[in-house]
């Protein structure tokens, strides 16, 4: 997946994606609230939670995999 995106020039980073991306802790706790509440989240073979979505959102804005 690395090496395609890679060859898609998809940026690592989630700010690479959107410009001006600029979020702060509320806005990113409201993210992971709607996140564990989203209907396609019952779809996953492990239960999202507010912790879990919130680590999400953190390593896609730093580029963390």
């Given at each position: 997946?690395?090496k395609?995106?890679?060859?898609?020039?998809?940026?690592?980073?989630?700010?690479?994606?959107?410009?001006?991306?600029?979020?702060?802790?509320?806005?990113?706790t409201?993210i992971?609230?709607?996140?564990?509440?989203?209907?396609?989240?019952?779809?996953?073979?492990?239960?999202?939670?507010?912790?879990?979505?919130?680590?999400?959102?953190?390593?896609?804005?730093?580029?963390?995999?």
């Amino acid at each position: 997946i690395i090496k395609l995106r890679k060859e898609l020039k998809v940026p690592h980073a989630l700010p690479g994606l959107i410009k001006g991306l600029d979020m702060d802790k509320k806005r990113k706790t409201l993210i992971a609230d709607m996140a564990v509440v989203d209907p396609t989240a019952g779809g996953n073979p492990v239960k999202l939670t507010k912790k879990a979505a919130l680590t999400l959102l953190e390593n896609a804005i730093a580029g963390s995999v």
